[in-house]
């Protein structure tokens, strides 16, 4: 799953190309831009890490695939609670 954070929209969108950023873990491509890890944590993190499959990060994944801020989340929530009361 790969996703780009929108700063304007506060919300993080799908990425049209997948694959390229897949290739691209792979190759270790960013990780010029990671801060350093902490190794106590290593096996714990691989033994847990084992545990993520397709049907977690599916589960994880909201159910129409978009992701807010939770600022956003709390704009378009207050937004909605106005035009309930208005429409009252």
């Known amino acids: 799953m790969v996703r780009r ?6 919300v993080f969108e799908k ?4 694959a390229s950023y897949s290739e691209g873990v792979r ?20 033994s847990l890490s084992n545990f ?14 978009y992701m807010l801020s939770e600022a956003k989340e709390r ?3 207050e937004k909605e609670e106005e035009q309930e009361k208005a429409a009252k």
Do not use: C
Request: glycine share 2%; no cysteine; aromatic share 12%.
């Open 5 to 10: 954070w929108n700063e304007e929209e506060q």
């Open 15 to 18: 990425v049209a190309d997948e």
């Open 27 to 46: 190759n270790m491509d960013f990780d010029k831009y990671l801060g350093p890890y902490p190794f106590d944590n290593l096996q714990q993190w691989q």
């Open 52 to 65: 993520i499959t397709r049907e977690v990060i599916d589960r994880l994944d909201s159910l129409n695939h």
């Open 75 to 77: 704009m378009l929530r």
